[in-house]
């Protein structure tokens, strides 16, 4: 079935898409961080990451497999393709790199990660919705409204 095979390449993209986020997202916060780009202070933004993050480490310690890793699988049977083992991750890890490890190893990592964004959230705090740069709240301070 031709259009299973094109939702199951187009789920890899996502897959692939959601991956670079928490990754490049990261490089991006702790660089922007050290540079002072006000950008990486977005709130949603950083709301998002530590969340999309969050999910993997939460998959990872309960031993779930990635929701998208299943329905790509699940549409490449449809397809008649074959499917992979394990997690998104680890095969793609293995085909690229030719890494092998055990699937507690990217427990640790996906949690060693997050434990990561997790600190450059709470060193570099994102700035709350309605706020501009600069501004305190409090006796005396401003909101960004002016109120």
Request: glycine share 10%; hydrophobic share 60%; charged share 15%.
């Amino acid at each position: 079935m031709l259009w299973a095979r094109i939702l199951a390449d187009l789920v890899v993209v996502i897959h692939a898409a959601f991956i670079a986020f928490v990754v490049f997202g990261l490089g991006a916060i702790l660089l922007g961080l050290a540079l002072r780009w006000e950008w990486v202070r977005n709130f949603w933004f950083r709301v998002a990451h530590l969340v999309a993050i969050g999910l993997v480490a939460a998959q990872a310690l309960c031993r779930v497999i990635c929701p998208l890793t299943i329905l790509e699988n699940h549409l490449r049977r449809l397809a008649g393709q074959e499917t992979y083992p394990g997690a998104f991750i680890g095969y793609w890890a293995h085909r690229l790199i030719f890494f092998q490890a055990k699937p507690w190893v990217f427990t640790v990592a996906y949690c060693t990660f997050g434990l990561v964004v997790l600190l450059a959230f709470l060193i570099g705090p994102p700035r709350w919705p309605g706020r501009r740069s600069g501004q305190k709240i409090g006796k005396g301070w401003q909101l960004a409204d002016g109120g």
